[in-house]
């Protein structure tokens, strides 16, 4: 499991691009009969992959709970968020069978213990992305479908931002400790998304970019608002953004990303808005 700490907003203005990269991006979030995982000090939020192609996967194949967590399983003391962004697959939660289709959904709480993922076809395997925080109490398990969750239409045309934004673990659709979760699609056309941008001082956020063609790219922004810097994201690549970060992002393509966030309060509203003139 790849360890990232906390980097505060001093020692981040001073970062090259490699440094930025080597601190924020997460590669590699998919291999094939594998799970992958990235803990951030950031709010002590879990960023996982799994792609089981020909066999079942364990979550915690690379995990080692006492060592890592200081526990005896590793959703002992945290609860899961997932969202299969590839071919149909089932997810075993200790003995119940979830049938989770391309973009469906999931939440497992606090007390799972086993979780094993599989595929339908190893030909078009499922791609389980997940981030998982701590969580102080036991909420119900509830499968997601994409049809079920939250959609809310933002953004225009004329602004380059016309986009859906599906509301997954959100406190419309369910409760959680502390996680939020779902995923936005841009419209044909258009490339920015969270812009206007905003932070929020009480919650962290993850962004996963997916749908990005091979020959295309992201530039995701973040820093201060005074003092912006940029990541470039490639398909199936994920950005760590400490609350004290914008997280906006415009691509030479359209593409669709999730959206996971962690923190104080699960109020989507709470954020503090930058108005983009004052971008610098």
């Known amino acids: 499991m790849d360890i990232r700490y906390s980097t505060g907003k001093e020692p981040f203005s001073r970062m090259n691009t490699q440094q930025l990269r080597d601190e924020f991006l997460i590669q590699g979030i998919f291999n094939a009969n594998?799970?992958?995982?990235v803990y951030s000090h950031v709010d002590r939020i879990v960023t996982m992959g799994a792609m089981p192609v020909d066999q079942a996967v364990p979550l915690s194949k690379n995990i080692d709970p006492m060592k890592d967590f200081g526990v005896t399983y590793f959703l002992e003391r945290r609860e899961l968020g997932i969202i299969n962004i590839g071919g149909d697959g089932l997810v075993v939660a200790d003995g119940t069978a979830y049938e989770l289709v391309h973009l469906d959904g999931l939440y497992l709480p606090m007390g799972t213990k086993e979780v094993l993922f599989s595929s339908k076809d190893a030909k078009n395997p499922s791609k389980f992305y997940m981030n998982s925080t701590p969580a102080h109490h036991a909420f119900p398990a509830k499968q997601i479908v994409f049809a079920e969750a939250k959609h809310v239409k933002a953004g225009s045309v004329d602004m380059s931002n016309e986009r859906t934004i599906?509301?997954?673990?959100?406190?419309?659709?369910?409760?959680?400790c502390q996680l939020s979760m779902g995923l936005t699609q841009l419209k044909r056309g258009s490339v920015w998304n969270t812009m206007p941008s905003h932070t929020h001082e009480r919650r962290m956020e993850v962004y996963f970019y997916f749908d990005v063609?091979?020959?295309q790219t992201v530039f995701h922004f973040m820093g201060e608002p005074s003092e912006t810097r940029h990541i470039a994201v490639h398909?199936?690549?994920?950005?760590?953004?400490?609350?004290?970060?914008?997280h906006s992002g415009a691509g030479t393509s359209s593409y669709t990303?999730?959206?996971?966030?962690c923190g104080e309060n699960?109020?989507?509203t709470d954020m503090d808005g930058i108005k983009t003139e004052d971008l610098r």
């Open 34 to 37: 594998d799970v992958s995982a």
């Open 166 to 176: 599906n509301q997954y673990i959100h406190p419309d659709v369910l409760d959680t």
């Open 213 to 215: 063609p091979s020959d």
């Open 235 to 246: 398909n199936e690549q994920a950005v760590i953004n400490p609350s004290w970060s914008i």
């Open 257 to 261: 990303f999730i959206w996971s966030m």
């Open 266 to 268: 699960r109020t989507y």
